[in-house]
Antibody, heavy 112, light 104 residues
Framework: EVQLVQSGGGLVQPGGSLRLSCVAS????????MSWVRQAPGKGLEWVAN????????YYVDFVKGRFSISRDNAKNSLYLQMNSLTAEDTAVYYC?????WGQGTTVIVSS | DIQMTQSPSTLSASVGDRVTITCRAS??????LAWYQQKPGKAPKLLIY???TLESGVPSRFSGSGSGTEFTLTISSLQPDDFATYYC??????FGQGTKLEIK
């Protein structure tokens, strides 16, 4: 079965850091671009970052540049999102995704 | 950056209606567009990829068309399960703002 299983969300204070993980199974992970997408409460889907199959190219939406870092480990079929300098506006459900396949989502709450 | 503009933001319709949602890209994205359906508390579900290719298992009442900067998603005869929010997305990049399909 093709699936993405996420972990790593939670409650963090403003200015804090969090690392999200996403483990892929059922497909050749190293053959796909991967993305992180988020959805703030009551809002639409918002693309955050993506990474090329071999990790050689990475792109970010403007409001996370310099704060978030996407990475992957193809040997572990894993995708990561390191989030630093978090603010309340980063509160959202975060999804990892490839074409047509999404993780279950993980909630990040930034609050004191 | 290429911006994706979706319309309408809300659409009220009845079971059996034919509805169309439009997505416009600020510059050409060829056919690199997907349509998703999302229900509350759930991850998005892929409906259409490459602008017009129906994902396996998706009912044939869903169809997509367009290329370049103008795209449409059409549901030919609304079913109760179709009331949800729909998003277009340039592959691995920006989403449209979403269209909430409500029961009239």
């Amino acid at each position: 079965e093709v699936q993405l299983v996420q972990s790593g969300g939670g409650l963090v204070q403003p200015g804090g850091s969090l690392r999200l993980s996403c483990v892929a199974s059922g497909f050749t992970f190293s053959s796909y671009w991967m993305s992180w997408v988020r959805q703030a409460p009551g809002k639409g889907l918002e693309w955050v970052a993506n990474i090329k199959e071999d990790g050689s190219e990475k792109y970010y939406v403007d409001f996370v540049k310099g704060r978030f870092s996407i990475s992957r480990d193809n040997a572990k079929n894993s995708l990561y999102l390191q989030m630093n300098s978090l603010t309340a506006e980063d509160t959202a459900v975060y999804y990892c995704a490839r074409e047509g396949v999404w993780g279950q989502g993980t909630t990040v709450i930034v609050s004191s | 950056d290429i911006q994706m503009t979706q319309s309408p933001s809300t659409l009220s319709a009845s079971v059996g209606d034919r509805v169309t949602i439009t997505c416009r890209a600020s510059q050409s994205i060829h056919i690199w567009l997907a349509w998703y359906q999302q229900k509350p508390g759930k991850a998005p579900k892929l409906l259409i990829y490459d602008a017009s290719t129906l994902e396996s298992g998706v009912p044939s009442r869903f169809s997509g068309s367009g290329s370049g900067t103008e795209f449409t998603l059409t549901i030919s005869s609304l079913q109760p399960d179709d009331f949800a929010t729909y998003y277009c997305q340039q592959y691995h990049l920006n989403f449209g703002q979403g269209t909430k399909l409500e029961i009239k």
